[in-house]
C-alpha cells in the first residue's frame, strides 16, 4: 500500500476554501486515490476519489497532480460540520493488492 | 438505503464475558470489514469478508472471531478480551473486493469497553 504524508492539522474560517494536501509519491499507476473524513464520535465517511484527473461532487473538489504523487482536496466553503480528520487513501480498495488502510489524517478545525 | 447499521452502540464487557457485535447492510454489498479503532487513532483493519468468506485475517487475536453468515450480515464474536481490546468497533461494507474506484460505508461502530 502507498504511504502517505498529509499535514497532522488545519485551521480555517468559516464559509472560507480549504485545501487539504496529501502526498503520496509511492502510488501505483493503477491506484485510485481515496479520501475519507471522520466527524467527531462517528463512523468514516466517503468524501470523493479519483484516478487521473480532477474530480468534483457535491461536497468537494480533488486535484490531482499530474506525476499523480500528490493530490488536494478542495472543500469549496469551509462549514462548521467540516471539521473532522481527513484521510487520504490510496489504493485498490479490497483487493488482494491493498485494502482502505487509514493514516493518520489531518485534523481540520473551522472557526466560525 | 446507504445505511451500515451496527448494534449494539455501547458495550460493556467483562474480561471472562462471550459477546457478539452485529453489523447489517442492504445495499446488496458482497464485501464486508472489520475495524478497530482507539481513542485519537486511525481505524486499522482487522478483518476482511469477500462474498461471504474470509478473505483477510491481519493477523488478529483469536480471542476476536468473525463470522459472515450471509451476504447482510457479519458479526464479530468476542471472548475473554483484555482491557485494551476497549475500542471502537466499525463495520463497513463496499460492493467487493478487486471493485477498485468504489466507495466504502461505515457504520457509526460499536464503543466497547472491557473491565
Known amino acids: 500500500d502507498a504511504k502517505t504524508t498529509q499535514p497532522n492539522s488545519m485551521e480555517s474560517n468559516e464559509e472560507e476554501p480549504v485545501h487539504l494536501p496529501c502526498n503520496h509519491s509511492t502510488i501505483s499507476g493503477t491506484d485510485y486515490i481515496h479520501w475519507y473524513r471522520q466527524l467527531p464520535s462517528q463512523g468514516p465517511e466517503y468524501v470523493i476519489h479519483?484516478?487521473?484527473s480532477n474530480v468534483n461532487n457535491r461536497m468537494a473538489s480533488l486535484a490531482i497532480a499530474e506525476d499523480r504523487k500528490s493530490s488536494t482536496l478542495i472543500l469549496h466553503r469551509a462549514t462548521l460540520r467540516d471539521a473532522a480528520v481527513y484521510y487520504c487513501i490510496p489504493g485498490a480498495y479490497g483487493g488482494s493488492q491493498g485494502n482502505l488502510i487509514f493514516g493518520k489524517g489531518t485534523k481540520l478545525s473551522v472557526k466560525p | 438505503d446507504t445505511e451500515v447499521t451496527q448494534t449494539p452502540k455501547h458495550l460493556v464487557m467483562g474480561m471472562t464475558n462471550k459477546k457478539s457485535l452485529k453489523c447489517e447492510q442492504h445495499m446488496g454489498h458482497r464485501a464486508m470489514y472489520w475495524y478497530k479503532q482507539k481513542a485519537k487513532k486511525p481505524p486499522e483493519l482487522m478483518f476482511v469478508y469477500s462474498y461471504e468468506k474470509l478473505s483477510i485475517n491481519e493477523s488478529v487475536p483469536s480471542r476476536f472471531s468473525p463470522e459472515c453468515p450471509n451476504s447482510s450480515l457479519l458479526n464479530l464474536h468476542l471472548h475473554a478480551l483484555q482491557p485494551e481490546d476497549s475500542a471502537l468497533y466499525l463495520c463497513?461494507?463496499?460492493?467487493?473486493?478487486?471493485?477498485?474506484?468504489?466507495?466504502?460505508?461505515f457504520g457509526q461502530g460499536t464503543r466497547l469497553t472491557v473491565v
Open positions: 479519483g484516478l487521473t
Open positions: 463497513a461494507s463496499s460492493r467487493g473486493q478487486g471493485k477498485r474506484g468504489t466507495e466504502a460505508f
